[in-house]
Each structure stands twice: as structure tokens, then as C-alpha cells.
């Protein structure tokens, strides 16, 4: 490879480690001579010269939720953007137990960092737990950890839904809660009822849900019968399609009887009918943010403790009244 670039071993082994001292030109002929060749790098070679294995380790609950999911991918996208591999271990709890095993199991394979899926309460203990000496951020974790956390700030996006439907007229806004055990519901929930009680508008009891369109459903049929029930927040937008389906079947119009905001701004919801307006969550900023924290450790070789929060954003469609005119 070398002679067919016209250049040194040393040279060739600079480009494949990204060397900034490499002239551009020189770069390209590299480039062109691996491809000409096929050659792949040996990783597990380059990983016992370099004592580094560039490759980080995420736990993830296993689930196909859209939350979950989002936050995984970005966290592989931005991996890979800075040069990095990344071994997943996908576990059914996010008990100590559970988490410590698929920790156990990522230190063996020598990843340099760990990003942990934390958005359950019950992770809090399990972070507490693990292995000194490799670099840890937990991902939509709880903020009174003892590791770096990146985090939705989740409140903040159930006060733009709340302050939406408040600022269009309506009295007070009824809440489909998220499962309790979730830290990202309880954060919608706390942010809609601080929006309220700052408004002076009474707090109701909120209903609860399991994230699934069905619970959303039944939590609808409920609200359906409630004639005060015109504006509500839901946690999430599959719930928000269940709420949907019972309001439509119970003769009351969206938006014109009752106004609906949901929150994730899925890939399906501007499909809705009608259209959901939602809460949009940033889940490339959260993988960059929380990539760009391991990669700080491992470069500083210095623990961090941040709390980076990222800001969502309030996407208007048609399931709710547009806010009322000022003045």
C-alpha cells in the first residue's frame, strides 16, 4: 500500500489514525491506494499496538420505544463521527444487578467509555455502582447522580406545551402522565404542574399510561366525558394517538371541542388526524453532548460530573387552537 501511494509505512499509518499532520494530497493518495487494495483495517491488531480499543460501551434498555431507540442511535451516530465503535448491551432492567452485568461485560471487551441509558429511577442506584476508572455519562439519568448526565430537559418542554394550550384561552389543562418509574414523565408532569399553579389554574389529577396508544386510549375515554376536559397535554404522541381515536369516537373535535399536544414529535404524528402538535426532543444533541463528555475524559484523562440539559422545541400543528391574539 505504501509503494502504491508513493509514500512511507509510517506515513500510510498516520492517515489510518487520522493524523492532523498529514498533507491533503498525501491524505488522498493514501485514501485512493486503500481502495484500490480493499484493504480493512485490523482493529483488534491496531487495539494491541495502541492499547486502545476506540470503541465506547452503551447500555440500553431493551425496548423499541421511540425515546429509547432515538437516544441510542444518536449516541451511535455521534460515536462513529468521532471515530469510535460502539458495543451495545441491551438489558431488560435497569436494576443494579442487570446493569452491573452488562458493565462487567463491556470492561471486557476493553471499551474505553460508557454511556448509560438511564431513564428509569431504579438506575440511580445501579450508577451508583460502577467500576472507578472508566469514563461513565448517563443518558437521560438522574441529575443527583454521582456521573456526568445528558439530559432532554424534560420540564422545559412540558412548560412550552402547557404555556401553548394556557396562552390559546383555556382554563386549565388536563394531563396524560407517563409510568411513574420513568424520570423523563415525572419531569413532564412536574413542569405541567409548575406552568399551572404559576398561572393560578387549578391542577387535576393527571391520568396515567404505560406509553402505549392503548393507554392513551383509555385514559381518552375518560377525559371524553369530562366537559371541562379542552385542552390536553399528553407525555408522549403514541398515548396522544390513543387520546385521539377516544375523543373522535365520543363526537368531540380536535381542535375545535378539545386542543391535543403530545411530546417526542415521532416520525409519524404530522400524519395524525389532524396533525399533533407535539413537543420535538433534540436526540442529536444528546448523542454529540454526551460523546463529546466521554471523549473529554478520555482525552483529560480527568472524571466529569456536568449536567448538560437540552433545550426541546414546541412543533405547531393542528390538533391545538393557535394562542390567542394579545390584548
Given amino acids: 500500500m505504501a509503494s502504491l501511494a508513493g509514500v512511507s509505512h509510517q506515513t500510510v499509518s498516520r ?26 483495517p485490523n482493529t483488534a491488531a491496531r487495539a494491541l499496538a495502541s492499547g486502545r480499543s476506540k470503541t465506547l460501551g452503551v447500555v440500553a434498555l431493551d425496548t423499541t420505544l421511540y425515546g429509547p431507540a432515538s437516544t441510542l442511535n444518536s449516541i451511535q451516530q455521534a460515536a462513529q463521527h468521532e471515530g469510535y465503535f460502539v458495543s451495545v448491551m441491551a438489558v431488560h432492567s435497569l ?9 462487567r461485560r463491556l470492561t471486557s471487551q476493553a471499551v474505553e467509555g460508557l454511556a448509560v441509558i438511564a431513564p428509569f429511577t431504579s438506575a440511580h442506584d445501579a450508577l451508583a455502582y460502577l467500576p472507578t476508572g472508566t469514563p461513565v455519562v448517563a443518558v437521560e439519568g438522574d441529575p443527583e447522580g454521582n456521573v456526568a448526565v445528558v439530559t432532554v430537559d424534560q420540564a422545559a418542554g412540558a412548560r412550552l406545551a402547557t404555556q401553548h394550550l394556557l396562552a390559546a384561552g383555556y382554563e386549565t389543562v388536563f394531563h396524560v402522565a407517563g409510568p411513574v418509574e420513568w424520570l423523563e414523565a415525572r419531569g413532564r408532569t412536574a413542569g405541567w404542574r409548575a406552568t399551572l399553579e404559576e398561572a393560578g389554574a387549578d391542577v387535576t389529577p393527571p391520568l396515567y399510561g404505560d406509553w402505549s396508544a392503548r393507554s392513551g386510549y383509555n385514559a381518552g ?7 371541562d376536559a379542552r385542552a390536553i397535554f399528553v407525555a408522549n404522541d403514541h398515548m396522544a394517538l390513543g387520546v385521539l381515536r377516544a375523543l373522535n369516537e365520543r363526537g368531540r373535535r380536535v381542535p375545535e371541542d378539545v386542543s391535543v399536544v403530545g411530546f417526542d414529535d415521532t416520525p409519524e404524528s ?5 396533525p399533533l402538535t407535539t413537543v420535538r426532543q433534540d436526540f442529536q444533541g444528546v448523542g454529540r453532548a454526551a460523546v463529546r463528555l466521554l471523549v473529554d475524559q478520555l482525552t483529560t484523562g480527568t472524571p466529569r460530573r456536568d449536567r448538560v440539559l437540552i433545550d426541546p422545541e414546541l412543533v405547531c400543528r393542528k390538533s391545538s387552537l393557535k394562542p390567542a391574539p394579545a390584548g
Avoid: C, K, W
Wanted: aromatic share 6%.
Fill in 95 to 103: 436494576d443494579r444487578p442487570s446493569v452491573g452485568e452488562a458493565v
Fill in 270 to 274: 404530522a400524519y395524525f388526524i389532524p
Fill in 15 to 40: 492517515v489510518l489514525n487520522n493524523h492532523p499532520s498529514v498533507r491533503q494530497l498525501t491524505r488522498a493518495r493514501v485514501l485512493a491506494a486503500i481502495d484500490q487494495l480493499g484493504y480493512r
Fill in 221 to 227: 375515554q375518560v377525559l371524553a366525558q369530562i366537559p
